[in-house]
C-alpha cells in the first residue's frame, strides 16, 4: 500500500510559480513510478508529467514543457512538481499518483495509488 498526500497548491496570478509536493508513505516508493495529473473542471483528467523509479527519465505534456519540472527526492518519498510561468489554463486540481512500472505511463488507468488533489488557481 502507498499513500499519496499532496500540498502546496493555491492561488496565484498568471506569471507566478508554484511547487507542489505530494508525500507518500511506505517503503517501497522507489519502485514506483510517479506522475502528476490535472482536471480542470468541466474537463477530463490529464496527464502532465511523469517520472520514472529513479529519476533518470521525465516526461511532460507538450503544453507544460519548459514550464514545469518534475523531480523526486526517494530519500524523503517525496515527488515534486515546480511549475513557473503559470498561465489560467493551468488552473486545475493536481493529483500525484504512483504506478509500478518503471517509467509510468500517461495513461491515468495504470496508476494504482492516487493521492485526493491539491487545487492551483490561476488569475489573469
Known amino acids: 500500500q502507498v499513500q499519496l498526500v499532496e500540498s502546496g497548491g493555491g492561488l496565484v496570478q498568471a506569471g507566478a510559480s508554484l511547487r507542489l509536493s505530494c508525500a507518500a508513505s511506505g517503503r517501497t516508493f522507489s519502485t514506483y513510478a510517479l506522475a502528476w495529473f490535472r482536471r480542470a473542471p468541466g474537463q477530463d483528467r490529464e496527464f502532465v508529467a511523469r517520472i520514472s523509479r529513479i529519476g533518470g527519465r521525465t516526461y511532460y505534456v507538450d503544453s507544460v514543457k519548459g514550464r514545469f519540472t518534475i523531480s523526486r527526492d526517494n530519500t524523503k518519498n517525496t515527488v515534486y512538481l515546480q511549475m513557473n510561468s503559470l498561465k489560467p489554463e493551468d488552473t486545475a486540481v493536481y493529483y500525484c499518483?504512483?504506478?509500478?512500472?518503471?517509467?509510468?505511463?500517461?495513461?491515468?488507468?495504470?496508476?494504482?495509488?492516487w493521492g485526493q488533489g491539491t487545487q492551483v488557481t490561476v488569475s489573469s
Open positions: 499518483a504512483a504506478d509500478p512500472t518503471y517509467v509510468g505511463n500517461p495513461d491515468d488507468r495504470t496508476y494504482h495509488y
